[in-house]
């Protein structure tokens, strides 16, 4: 499974953002996807999951601001990112999970700043 993301960029707190995430290669039978983000100096973290039924699984700390969705005849997941804070700010990954294994997109930053 290949993943490829975009949208990611410079934004002013308070603004918004829209990731995008298209897997390609033996894109059949995922079962979830997600993204993942990582800020400088810190570890790699959950920032949404949903499955292919549709159940969503979303960070304390996006909650009510994020909303994680998915195209499944595209095999593509968004992110809408709304409210963003400095504290956003991080390398946001694209994750997929199919047959027990982890695949991972190659990170898009996105920077909250005025």
């Known amino acids: 499974v290949q993943l490829q993301a975009s949208g990611g960029g410079l934004v002013q707190p308070g603004g918004s953002l829209r990731l995008s995430c298209v897997a390609s290669g033996s894109d059949f039978d995922i079962n979830r996807m997600g993204w993942y983000r990582q800020a400088p100096g810190r570890q790699r973290e959950l920032v949404a999951t949903?499955?292919?039924?549709?159940?969503?699984n979303y960070a304390d700390s996006v909650k009510g601001r994020f909303a994680i969705s998915r195209d499944n005849a595209k095999s593509t997941v968004y992110l809408q990112m709304n409210s963003l804070e400095s504290e956003d700010t991080a390398v946001y990954y694209c994750?997929?999970?199919?047959?027990?294994?982890?695949?991972w997109g190659q990170g898009t930053l996105d920077t909250v700043s005025s």
């Open positions: 949903i499955r292919s039924g549709g159940y969503t």
């Open positions: 994750n997929a999970f199919r047959w027990s294994r982890d695949y």
